[in-house]
């Protein structure tokens, strides 16, 4: 029996070979337009080590299957890499850095932002001073070698969450409620809001728990100083953000961020190290099964 080219080619060929990008090479890197949103891919891609150098980013990066794009401004100021639609195979993400150089001469580079996302979530990295008519590189790599889909766009407003580095995880405690304290401070007096969200850490992306109004006095003056409380159905380690809106489209400022892990497993306050360290392998447990569940049951 006969098999036609197309038909042997979608059968027998590796999948990852028919979804590599053109701009997995630098020298094809695709040109991005202000304003205006690509998709792209991270499966299938491979590295050019050649054109990379992991000292410059130290260990906010780990090159897997990277692709690039360039960017010109016409006009100097600040704007921002909004990164928004991932749908990756593992809960990672991608990872992101910026610099300027010539392309495929790491010892030209100067990295102006390393980022890695460790979700799906839709985030923005901001840049400062951009300088009108200078070329800037943008290498976009899954994240631990996570296979995503992407829309990339530079804008001059952010869309999504600011993306910060996570902090420290605490231990595991017994208690499922948890208060979030935070202020509001002087440079954000114009803000309306308060949006708080939560991820589970197995899990793609967060979810928003909460809209906190900004309280003011019957001057009009903004109160400093804010609680809120949630109650945790399931054991797990849960990342908290709460991000400071302002009005007429103006950037969302984190102004909040923590990890609280909540186990199920009885604890004293004289624990040992031995049940702190059991309580910690339960937890991670517990994220490696629900990273498992999600790899085999994708939402779509």
Request: hydrophobic share 35%; aromatic share 8%.
């Amino acid at each position: 029996m006969l098999v036609t080219t197309s038909l042997f080619a979608a059968l027998f060929l590796p999948e990852q070979a028919a979804a590599q990008v053109p701009n997995d090479d630098i020298s094809r890197r695709r040109q991005l337009q202000p304003e205006a949103s690509v998709t792209s891919s991270t499966t299938g891609c491979t590295v050019q080590w050649s054109c990379v150098d992991e000292r410059l980013t130290g260990k906010c990066i780990e090159y897997n299957n990277d692709q690039w794009f360039e960017f010109t401004p016409a006009a100097s100021g600040r704007y921002y890499v909004n990164i928004a639609g991932q749908q990756c195979r593992d809960v990672r993400g991608v990872q992101l850095v910026v610099l300027t150089g010539t392309p495929c001469q790491p010892a030209t580079y100067r990295v102006l932002s390393c980022a890695s996302l460790g979700s799906q979530d839709d985030v923005f990295v901001t840049l400062d001073s951009l300088r009108a008519g200078q070329p800037y590189l943008l290498n976009v790599d899954g994240y631990l070698h996570d296979n995503c889909q992407f829309t990339l766009t530079v804008s001059t407003q952010a869309h999504g969450m600011p993306l910060a580095p996570l902090p420290l995880a605490n231990g595991p405690v017994a208690n499922p409620v948890v208060t979030l304290r935070w202020q509001l401070p002087d440079s954000l007096a114009s803000a309306t809001q308060f949006r708080v969200v939560r991820r589970e850490a197995g899990a793609f992306r967060a979810d928003g728990r909460a809209v906190v109004a900004v309280r003011r006095s019957t001057y009009g003056a903004p109160a400093t100083n804010y609680t809120w409380t949630d109650t945790l159905s399931a054991a797990g380690r849960y990342l908290y953000q709460v991000v400071a809106e302002q009005p007429n489209g103006s950037t969302p400022i984190l102004v909040q961020q923590q990890w609280y892990a909540y186990s199920r497993l009885r604890q004293r306050t004289d624990a040992t190290p031995d049940a702190r360290q059991q309580a910690l392998q339960q937890q991670q447990t517990w994220e490696r099964q629900a990273r498992q569940m999600r790899r085999q049951h994708p939402v779509r």
